[in-house]
């Protein structure tokens, strides 16, 4: 089964946060419309960035897609879905940098 394709069509400010849609397109099926919804509390309390929003929301519908192929029984993914705390904890903890302990032991000088 191929990979299906997915168009980022843009977001829409609302009162519960703001709004990701995508349009996917699978190779034997019609377009479909999703929504995916970041809390407003998110951005304001800065632990997402409006820039990487889109990059979450589509991270999550490639999550929930590959799913819906996995264990094709399975009803069709529903149109919409909320970011929770802990994709936003996860995607904020992958794309962090690691830190690096860089010291130097301490060398005692030698008498010349």
Do not use: W
Request: charged share 35%; glycine share 2%; net charge positive.
């Amino acid at each position: 089964m191929s990979r299906p394709l997915v168009r980022y069509q843009g977001f829409a400010t609302k009162n519960a946060g703001r709004e990701y849609t995508f349009q996917v397109n699978d190779s034997n099926e019609e377009s479909r419309e999703f929504t995916l919804t970041i809390a407003n509390d998110a951005f304001t309390s800065r632990r997402v960035r409006f820039q990487d929003a889109p990059e979450i929301c589509s991270l999550k519908l490639e999550r929930e897609l590959a799913a819906e192929q996995a264990d094709p029984s399975k009803t069709r993914a529903k149109p919409q879905f909320s970011i929770t705390e802990a994709e936003l904890d996860e995607y904020r903890e992958a794309r962090s940098p690691k830190l690096r302990h860089t010291y130097r032991k301490h060398r005692p000088r030698q008498a010349p």
